[in-house]
């Protein structure tokens, strides 16, 4: 067990539609990234928090963004989702050398 | 675009037989890092290398970075059935941000 905690585990939405999905970081951890993964694929850097900043961003539109909380809690919203968008989606919080992942949270676009 | 490479895609292997993946970035890297997916699971960090040229090892795992920071290497000594999973390295891009790209995994799968 990581520490790291994600919900919903799954979740079904529709073209068109928006999502939040939520991640509780490790104790002690200031820092939260979140991943894309496709089926099949290696996972994909949507961003990175760092108390509360983005100091990162992967190749993704502006439709992904997300928010970092005082007690380093994170979530990432998706808006106008796409059937693309279909994926698992993982937050990892980061210690020194070191990134722990969540369970990740299932996305099914339809 | 940045990108990192793993070669081979997948690899069967006997259990007992030696494994190695190889990872090759595009661009320098700040440091490399290596991690393990089951299937149905999440990723979990092996190992984490800073310098160019360093070697380490875990057990019957062996990690090298390379001279150049571009490449990496895993290998698995006397492969086990409960080494069965991906195999992802994943490195930061020197860049102005923060960015951080996975590679494409290597898939191991172990006969009994």
């Known amino acids: 067990e990581t520490g790291v905690t994600q919900s919903p585990t799954h979740l079904i939405k529709t073209r068109g539609q928006q999502v939040t999905l939520r991640c509780s970081s490790q104790s002690g951890h200031n820092t939260v990234s979140w991943y894309q993964q496709a089926l099949g694929q290696g996972p994909q850097f949507i961003f990175q928090?760092?108390?509360?900043?983005?100091?990162g961003r992967g190749n993704f539109p502006p439709r992904f963004s997300g928010l970092q909380f005082p007690n380093y809690s994170s979530e990432l919203n998706v808006n106008a989702l796409e059937l693309d968008d279909s994926a698992l989606y993982l937050c990892a919080s980061a210690g020194y050398n070191e990134q722990f992942f969540g369970p990740g949270t299932r996305l099914t676009v339809l | 675009g940045q990108q990192v490479m793993q070669i081979p895609q997948y690899q069967h292997v006997q259990e007992g037989e030696d494994f190695t993946t190889y990872c090759n970035s595009s661009t320098t890297l700040s440091n490399i890092q290596w991690y393990k997916q089951r299937p149905g699971g999440h990723p979990v960090f092996l190992i984490q290398l800073v310098k160019s040229g360093e070697v380490k090892k875990q057990k019957r795992l062996t990690f090298q970075f390379g001279e150049a920071k571009k490449n990496s290497s895993l290998h698995i000594t006397a492969t086990q059935t409960t080494d069965v999973g991906t195999y992802f390295c994943a490195g930061i891009v020197n860049s102005g941000t923060y960015k951080y790209i996975f590679g494409t995994g290597t898939r191991l799968k172990v006969l009994a």
């Open positions: 928090y760092y108390r509360e900043e983005e100091n």
